[in-house]
């Protein structure tokens, strides 16, 4: 297998590399390939699934503890006040959706492309966070308000989402045209929640497991009370909608320097775990490739997604991701919390994929 290297010739030596790498950390390649049925359960199965997959998820559990470490020292306890719900219940789409780590990364990067192609947006991203400077840390604190806003205690994700609607309200200006900005503007907030719902909802839907469009109605709709806590009462409440709105702002996206820098940004800083490193020019990829098309052909990025057969690989990621239960995880953490199993939403993953197959 090859592919092309920034100067467009062909390279397979970096390609193939890129591709064991993930393949290899999730387990991918295996002689036991059937044994990921979701209708097939055995002891022999488990046996061999723990022997097997253990190893990874006491590595990636330990990269989970030090994002929460490093995050911020006032990380919350996702697994205390004991009872408490969150924004949304454990059987919601936005519960399901964002248990997967590789979702998270290829949806928010989608996400974020899609903010900056927006020039009001994209000069209140860019000129008042530290993106540039400490992408790193600007992913973590951005990764753990999200994990707050869905699993955290709602006293918790409360009070967090007013501390960032403060924030936001010193945040003035203008574009280089002369059009002012507030990041506190309803119009814009609108549009915020609607990329990064789009982002994370068609990178689990591409990559990590089909969804029909009641399923996405259905996170749309549930999206509702915490895009309200954060400003954005007009944004999407169902599939129809968003279509709508992505539609109205197409006139407006535009390409900029500042998106290629964001992408040079996102496929060298090390925002991945060290061994998925190799790899993540290919998850930067994959988010390019699931934006619209529209949208690519307007921001110059057409020709720049997955390569031949990358989309394969991605999936099988994502799918592995997707049963990767982490104990010290917020997702986890948060199952424990509500007196639910620490591996309940995996369960009801398999739940899905059994009906769905029997369907």
Aim: a positive charge; glycine letters at 6%.
């Amino acid at each position: 297998m090859a592919s092309k290297n920034l100067n467009g010739v062909w390279d397979s030596k970096n390609h193939e590399s890129s591709l064991v790498a993930a393949e290899n950390l999730l387990g991918l390649k295996l002689v036991m390939a059937n044994a990921e049925s979701p209708v097939r359960e055995s002891p022999i199965r488990n046996v061999i699934r723990a022997a097997v997959f253990g190893p990874v998820e006491r590595h990636l559990d330990i990269e989970a503890r030090k994002f929460l470490g490093a995050a911020s020292a006032r990380a919350p306890n996702f697994a205390e006040p004991a009872g408490e719900p969150a924004l949304s219940p454990p059987d919601s789409m936005s519960w399901r959706i964002f248990k997967n780590p590789a979702v998270l990364f290829i949806g928010g990067v989608a996400a974020v492309l899609l903010e900056l192609a927006e020039p009001r947006v994209r000069e209140g991203v860019w000129r008042h966070s530290s993106f540039r400077t400490d992408p790193v840390a600007r992913l973590r604190r951005t990764g753990l308000a999200a994990m707050t806003t869905v699993y955290g205690p709602r006293s918790v994700a409360e009070r967090m989402i007013a501390k960032v609607n403060a924030m936001h309200a010193h945040v003035r200006g203008e574009t280089p045209d002369g059009e002012g900005y507030a990041a506190d503007d309803p119009a814009l907030l609108n549009w915020v929640q609607a990329t990064a719902s789009y982002g994370f909802l068609e990178a689990y839907a591409a990559y990590a497991a089909p969804l029909s469009d009641a399923e996405k109605d259905q996170y749309y709709s549930e999206s509702r009370t915490p895009a309200a806590l954060y400003g954005a009462t007009g944004a999407p409440k169902s599939l129809a909608e968003q279509r709508a709105l992505f539609a109205d702002m197409r006139p407006l996206l535009e390409p900029s320097d500042i998106i290629e820098e964001f992408i040079a940004i996102m496929r060298h800083a090390p925002a991945l775990p060290p061994h998925l490193r190799l790899s993540q020019r290919v998850f930067v990829r994959a988010a390019i490739d699931i934006l619209p098309a529209d949208a690519r052909a307007r921001l110059g990025l057409e020709g720049r997604g997955l390569r031949p057969f990358e989309d394969v690989v991605m999936r099988r990621v994502a799918r592995r991701a997707d049963r990767l239960c982490l104990p010290s995880g917020p997702p986890a953490q948060s199952c424990v919390r509500l007196g639910l199993p620490v591996d309940y939403l995996f369960q009801r993953e398999r739940e899905i994929e059994r009906l769905k197959l029997a369907a």
